[in-house]
């Protein structure tokens, strides 16, 4: 199957700790179908995190007329808060810069 960005649908969901939302969007952003859930913290109750995913998906796909398992032309996002230290987010890309230049640099020397 081909990505084609003009007819994908896009599975939005929001995970937050007491409670999770989720919508299905079109290209245009346009809202197609919408759920809500439990909680959805993959860091402090991965499993539950996973089971209110799958109940978002079962619930926008019901609203989409849709069998759970097609999912061929839909792109799943998910958006948590706080799930990376202060310290990790801030010196990313910095140290990504580095690895890159060095593998350039070492790209380059190789020859």
């Known amino acids: 199957m081909t990505f084609d960005v003009t007819t994908n649908l896009y599975f939005c969901v929001d995970a937050g700790g007491t409670r999770s939302r989720a919508r299905v969007l079109d290209v245009q952003g346009k809202s197609q179908a919408q759920a809500a859930s439990g909680p959805c913290n993959p ?36 958006g948590l808060s706080a799930t990376i230290p202060v310290a990790l987010a801030a010196w990313t890309p910095a140290g990504i810069s580095m690895l890159m230049g060095a593998a350039l640099l070492l790209h380059l020397e190789d020859g």
């Open 43 to 78: 860091a402090t109750m991965f499993d539950q995190a996973v089971e209110s995913i799958r109940d978002l998906w079962r619930q926008c796909a019901a609203s989409l007329g849709r069998r759970e398992d097609e999912t061929g032309d839909i792109v799943f996002a998910l």
